[in-house]
C-alpha cells in the first residue's frame, strides 16, 4: 500500500494503527522515511528504493492534494521525486 505504521505491528494491540503524514515542529517519520528512500536510491542506483518512494507518495497522495500546509516537509521530498522522475523521461 505504501508508508509506515507509527506503531510497530508486534508491539501493543491497538484499535488503530495510524500511518502519520503530518508535519508539525518535526516532519513526519513518512516524509523522512520517502526522503531517506530517495536517497538512498540514487547512491545506490538501486531503483527499488525508489518504487518504495513513490509507494509512499501514493499512500499519501489525497492528502497533499487537501491539505499542503500540514505537509510541508512530505510536499518538499514529493517535489524532489517529480525532479528525479522527469530526469528519468528527458
Known sequence: MGGFFFTP?????????????????????????????????????????????????KAFSTLIEQSLLAIQCFYHVWNLLLDLLLRLLL
Request: glycine content about 6%.
Open 9 to 57: 505491528d508486534d508491539g501493543e494491540e491497538h484499535i488503530v494503527r495510524k500511518k502519520e503524514i503530518y508535519d508539525g515542529a518535526v516532519p513526519s517519520g513518512n516524509s523522512v522515511a520517502m526522503l531517506n528512500l530517495l536517497r538512498i536510491s540514487r547512491i545506490t542506483a538501486n531503483i527499488d528504493f525508489e518504487d518504495k518512494a513513490v509507494q509512499i507518495n
